[in-house]
């Protein structure tokens, strides 16, 4: 339904009681990241620490939800765990859909369950459920348990965490209907912080399609430019991991925590690899005919010979880099045990890899020894790496515990800073060179999708420090409206800015469409001012001395070229967040 107010559910743990709430802002904050940032600067507390139970923690969609195909995800805030600073997540599965026919724009939950909770809501619907039974139990069980409790499937999502998150591990991703994850920076704890273990959206509602003649045309040559030219092939065919072995032949693939950035037995993690021997089938978010969600299997034997278990897992370029290539596991097999082990604990793939890599390191010079890895850390050994990774899911000891905090407060105790590959936190799969590393370290999800930093490092000769910077400002600006639609980023060169106006004149909200560039730079402000309202400093930022060591096929990285790059960018983020934008929105 076409509203120029947000819907949004506030729900307080603590006493089981929510309300929803009109919030004005649609023709400001159009939805969300923007609505995201909106809330939290209305709702959240900049000085208290991330698991004061007066947090929120805010689910967002945009306008564009269940309108036009990859306008799929959720935008997920909070205040995290990694960091005790604002963040983002995003996710997709059914959530957003879910959302959209539950008739709500944004999710708010505050407050702390008294026992471990299932929140249920749907249009009608709003309960909060005593699961205590599934306290302790994996990412995959308790999928099995709720999906038999809530009963239906179609306009349902189930969002759920594993014992990373009950232990609040800053590593604890939020799993999203099996396949999808708020994977970074730790909202799986912010869940267990509020003695929340599950959330149930039911999309117990229907909407109505726009009347105006101009919007079946547009959906016509959206859908058709997403399935009949050859612009998402890439993500439906191999998907991301076609990445794996273009990175690698030009060095640009982290392996061997970051010691190389090429591996001459990568042909065994490829996408190609992973494709011929592992793919099981694709799937999809709802709401996207490109499906580029590749499910491998792993078998285990059980009973009389020649019988196996199939379980499915869901792989990407990054999972693959981070379990794969970083940890040199050069099978696609053992890399899919290690993922499944990783979804179980309810780890973020990339934050636990890239933390092991570093603690493998460790434990070869003598930083580290058994008494805290429990099991001895060896390059390529996938057997020792699933244990680890239960040890880290589990948070099995001290040394655990701490590494679960995020790789760099484990160095600072343990020694080994010069070669923890964190950028913001553990570092995406891209060794692309200086611009991506500033990006990331620098990128308010501190996530390779901020900008395209990567991208920029391969398509750009020179070094020309403004105009790099200024490329990741203008990259981030036109992201952070996309992630306010909540189109899925792969999405990005369909939605470009005229088609995103045309979007939102058919569905209905011309102001929107013709403010589209002021809108993304209030939204692009607001979400700065809460980063470093909650205790950002982008010049304090740190880059380990192993991003300096890097070599790619443009030679080795330019230290000076990344300071420089590192001091601007800096500048000018300070500079968005003091930007003044008007809005009457925010003015309670
Ligand atoms: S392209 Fe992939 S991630 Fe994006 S909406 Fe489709 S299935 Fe989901």
């Not at 290690?338 to 890239?354: F, P, T």
Request: proline share 3%; hydrophobic share 40%; charged share 25%.
């Amino acid at each position: 339904m076409i509203r120029d107010h947000f819907r949004v559910l506030r729900v307080d743990l603590s006493t089981g009681r929510g309300q929803v709430e009109e919030i004005e802002g649609r023709n400001t904050y159009a939805g969300g990241s923007g609505l995201a940032a909106l809330l939290f600067d209305r709702m959240g507390f900049s000085d208290r620490r991330w698991d004061d139970p007066e947090q929120p923690l805010i689910f967002a969609i945009g306008p564009l939800t269940g309108y036009f195909p990859l306008m799929s995800k959720v935008v997920c805030a909070f205040k995290s765990p990694y960091h005790d600073q604002y963040a983002e997540s995003h996710g997709g599965g059914r959530s957003a859909l879910s959302m959209r026919f539950a008739d709500l724009d944004a999710l708010v939950i505050t407050g702390k369950a008294k026992r471990p909770s299932c929140l249920v809501v749907g249009s009608r619907t709003l309960e909060v459920k005593d699961v205590h039974y599934l306290w302790g139990k994996s990412v995959q069980r308790t999928g099995q348990m709720l999906r038999r409790m809530a009963g239906g499937s179609g306009h349902r999502s189930i969002l759920r965490i594993g014992p990373a998150g009950e232990n609040r591990s800053a590593m604890a991703c939020i799993n999203v209907d099996t396949y999808r994850h708020f994977g970074r920076l730790g909202g799986g704890a912010v869940m267990g912080a509020k003695n929340l273990k599950a959330i149930v959206i039911i999309g117990d509602e229907s909407f109505k399609l726009p009347d105006g003649k101009e919007y079946a045309p547009l959906f016509e040559k959206i859908y058709g430019q997403l399935t009949e030219t050859t612009m998402m092939d890439k993500y439906h065919n191999l998907g991301t991991p076609i990445n794996v072995a273009v990175l690698n032949k030009i060095q640009a693939m982290p392996c061997r925590n970051l010691q190389r950035t090429s591996d001459e037995a990568i042909s065994g993690i490829t996408g190609e690899t992973f494709a011929d021997r592992t793919l099981l089938r694709n799937t999809a978010c709802a709401g996207c005919p490109v499906g580029c969600i590749h499910l491998g299997f792993v078998r285990e034997k059980f009973g009389e010979p020649n019988q196996y278990l199939y379980r499915q897992v869901t792989y990407d370029h990054e999972p693959i880099f981070a379990m794969g290539s970083m940890l040199s596991v050069l099978d696609a097999f053992q890399v899919l045990t290690l993922l499944e082990v990783a979804e179980k604990a309810g780890l973020d793939v990339m934050s636990a890899g890239v933390a092991l890599a570093w603690a493998t390191e460790a434990f070869e010079k003598g930083l580290l020894s058994e008494k805290e890895t429990l099991v001895p850390l060896k390059f390529g050994d996938a057997k020792a790496y699933a244990q680890a990774v239960k040890h880290l899911g589990t948070g099995a000891n001290d040394f655990y515990r701490l590494l679960g905090q995020g790789t760099l407060k484990a160095a600072e105790q343990y020694g080994g800073m010069d070669f923890a590959c964190v950028l913001g936190q553990e570092m995406g799969g891209y060794a692309t060179g200086e611009v991506f590393f500033v990006s990331q370290a620098l990128g308010l999800r501190h996530s390779h999708l901020d900008a395209g930093g990567y991208s920029y490092d391969q398509k750009q000769k020179g070094k020309d420090v403004a105009q790099a910077v200024e490329f990741l400002v203008q990259d981030e600006k036109a992201r952070v409206f996309l992630t306010s639609m909540v189109s899925c980023l792969f999405a990005r060169e369909v939605y470009k800015e005229a088609v995103l106006a045309d979007c939102l004149n058919a569905v209905g909200y011309p102001n929107l469409a013709e403010n589209l560039d002021s809108v993304a730079r209030r939204i692009q402000t607001i979400r700065w001012q809460i980063r470093i309202k909650t205790g950002f400093d982008p010049g304090s930022v740190k880059i380990p001395q192993r991003f300096k060591q890097v070599v790619t096929w443009k030679g080795p990285v330019d230290g000076n070229y990344l300071e420089s790059l590192q001091e601007t960018y800096a500048q000018k983020i300070r500079e968005i967040a003091k930007r003044e934008e008007s809005s009457s929105a925010r003015s309670r």
